[in-house]
């Protein structure tokens, strides 16, 4: 049983809640939230606030932004000619983080999953369609996640867009950079095996 006040576990409950944050991950953020001024937690409920109240969805690509269209929809140095699906922006944002790809993005916004209620009409396939029909889109790469839920996405989407005609790759998967084949389970050996380069 808690001897916190009320205040302070009713703040670690809501600390706990995020992912991967347990409930003594939480009573440190709160505790440090204690040693702060008023000044900075003003600051920081102040900016929790306007995550929510700012950030909305690109109109072009789905992904979260704090303008009617993205940064990246608008840059001018984007090969529309290449659109990348991805499942959420923060898939989005770690391709980004790798500085190679310069085509555009669409985020679904999630990935197939019936029997968690996620159907085609729950992701954003529309604006998918509506991309490619409104670029001159040449190529359409699959980043979606190699789950079974990733996967079956990454089928739809394939069957979706076939009739357009436009080439459509899927993303490789295989040993990640620096690791050792014996701490590689068998999935991802076949993946790479499968998606293996000429050298």
Same mark, same amino acid.
């Given at each position: 049983?808690?001897?916190?006040?009320?205040?302070?576990?009713?703040?670690?409950?809501?600390?706990?809640?995020? %992912?991967?944050? &347990?409930?003594?991950? /939480?009573?440190?953020?709160?505790? !440090? +939230?204690?040693?702060?001024?008023?000044?900075?937690?003003?600051?920081?409920?102040?900016?929790?606030?306007?995550?929510?109240?700012?950030?909305?969805h690109c109109s072009l690509c789905n992904s979260i932004t704090d303008k009617d269209i993205c940064d990246i929809c608008t840059a001018p140095n984007r090969d529309g000619s290449v659109l990348c699906v991805v499942?959420?922006?923060?898939?989005?944002?770690?391709?980004?983080?790798?500085?190679?790809?310069?085509?555009?993005?669409?985020?679904?916004?999630?990935?197939?999953? %019936?029997?968690? &209620?996620?159907?085609? /009409?729950?992701?954003?396939?529309? !604006? +998918?369609?509506?991309?490619?029909?409104?670029?001159?889109?040449?190529?359409?790469?699959?980043?979606?996640?190699?789950?079974?839920?990733?996967?079956?996405?990454?089928?739809?989407?394939?069957?979706?867009?076939?009739?357009?005609?436009?080439?459509?790759?899927?993303?490789?998967?295989?040993?990640?950079?620096?690791?050792?084949?014996?701490?590689?389970?068998?999935?991802?050996?076949?993946?790479?095996?499968?998606?293996?380069?000429?050298?």
């Open positions: 049983m808690s001897h916190y006040p009320q205040a302070i576990e009713h703040l670690i409950k809501w600390f706990s809640f995020l %992912p991967g944050v &347990g409930y003594k991950s /939480a009573e440190r953020m709160v505790m !440090k +939230l204690l040693e702060m001024s008023q000044d900075d937690i003003d600051q920081f409920s102040k900016a929790m606030v306007e995550l929510k109240r700012l950030i909305r499942e959420t922006s923060k898939d989005m944002f770690a391709i980004e983080r790798g500085n190679a790809f310069r085509g555009t993005y669409c985020v679904l916004g999630g990935k197939l999953s %019936p029997l968690n &209620g996620i159907g085609p /009409a729950q992701l954003a396939f529309d !604006k +998918l369609e509506q991309l490619v029909r409104s670029r001159p889109v040449e190529e359409v790469i699959l980043a979606t996640g190699s789950d079974v839920e990733g996967d079956a996405t990454a089928v739809y989407a394939n069957q979706l867009l076939s009739p357009t005609g436009i080439k459509i790759t899927r993303i490789a998967y295989g040993v990640p950079v620096g690791s050792s084949l014996d701490f590689a389970d068998e999935m991802t050996i076949l993946r790479a095996m499968e998606g293996r380069n000429e050298y």
